[in-house]
């Protein structure tokens, strides 16, 4: 496994990737966010060109260092993920609202619930890309399985579910000791000399699931475009980073990106067909990875901000206005 890593990038790469990421978390909690509170839009906004930037600088470091193919599969990957990544919005907003999270205590979930995100995802990007260098026929497999997501997402109905009802809720009510009046400024509480879990640490648990859920998706598009761990890896980090900052930003107004799920169900499905093919389309039109990456991104992004102009030009009509 260390030596797929340091075949993939060498070893001051992957070290200062990750320094670098620690080091924005320790400013992020540690210095500018130690006192709970509601971050304003020019806040969020500021952030997210932050990280934006951050990410396009790290690309830029890559396409000079690594070379043009691995700077357009990190650009491509940072798109198709930071996309997908908008559909957790969605969830986040009825998972705050459900559990009636104060907006000043919502940074903190989320820090915590990207920092386990990390953890997770780097753990099923190795495995997923330990299996297609093992097992070529898994290229199929995973993009059959994008294929399905994506006319799955196009076909279900656009109802709310209630998170207080999910069955991770319920299985964690039923094995953990839990304080419904806990608050949510601490993950535990202490009554009679016991700990208590809070609804602040069921919503936190309740928020790493719906990450790990998300991620069966977006991880195998990703591979879909390189296998390579370290622009996998990289360019998830950065999309992840970058959503906390996001959330606050759109959070009020996400239900305006009412088509951003279709969009986002053709680009699953489009990438899994994609994956399915690229072996037909190298060696019957022989067509190289730069021209299929290309018009992976071109396209992607061609989809994504077409359903967001469709949703603001036609906005959602509800009942009553």
């Known amino acids: ?35 709970a509170h509601a971050p304003s839009i020019r806040e969020a906004a500021t952030w997210s060109v932050v990280w934006i930037t951050l990410a396009l600088i790290f690309n830029a470091v890559v396409w000079k260092t690594l070379g043009r193919q691995k700077g357009l599969e990190f650009l491509t990957g940072y798109v198709l993920e930071k996309s997908l990544s908008v559909d957790n919005l969605f969830v986040f907003v009825l ?35 330990a299996l297609l260098n093992r097992f070529e026929w898994m290229m199929y497999v995973f993009g059959g399985f994008l294929v399905l997501t994506g006319v799955k997402m196009l ?30 400024e601490h993950f535990w509480s202490l009554k009679d000399g016991k700990h208590f879990a809070t609804p ?30 370290f622009v996998v890896y990289t360019s998830n980090v950065f999309a992840i980073l970058g959503l906390r900052s996001l959330y606050f930003l759109l959070a009020k107004m996400i239900d305006r990106f009412h088509h951003l799920k279709t969009g986002l169900a053709i680009v699953l499905a489009f ?12 060696s ?3 067509l190289d990875d730069q021209t299929l990456i290309i018009g992976s991104l071109t396209f992607i992004a061609v989809v994504l901000t077409g359903s967001v102009i469709v949703s603001l030009a036609w906005p959602q009509e509800h009942p009553g206005e």
């Open 95 to 129: 998972l705050f609202t459900s559990f009636q999270v104060d907006l000043r205590h919502q940074h903190r979930v989320l820090f915590w619930g990207v920092f386990g995100a990390l953890i997770m995802r780097a753990a099923m990007i190795l495995a997923g890309t």
């Open 271 to 282: 990438v899994g067909i994609k994956m399915c093919s690229a072996h037909w389309l190298k």
């Open 1 to 35: 496994m260390i030596h797929a890593l340091l075949a993939a990038a060498p070893w001051w790469a992957w070290a200062g990737f990750h320094v670098l990421v620690f080091l924005m978390l320790a400013l992020d909690l540690g210095v500018l966010n130690r006192k």
């Open 155 to 184: 076909m279900a109905e656009d109802t709310a579910p209630d998170p207080t009802q999910y069955p991770v809720v319920r299985l964690f009510r039923k094995l953990v000791p839990y304080d419904p009046h806990g608050g949510h």
């Open 284 to 286: 019957h039109l022989g």
């Open 200 to 229: 602040m640490l069921l919503v936190l648990v309740c928020v790493e699931v719906t990450d790990l859920v998300f991620a069966v998706d977006s991880i195998p598009a990703v591979l879909a475009i390189t296998r390579d761990p």
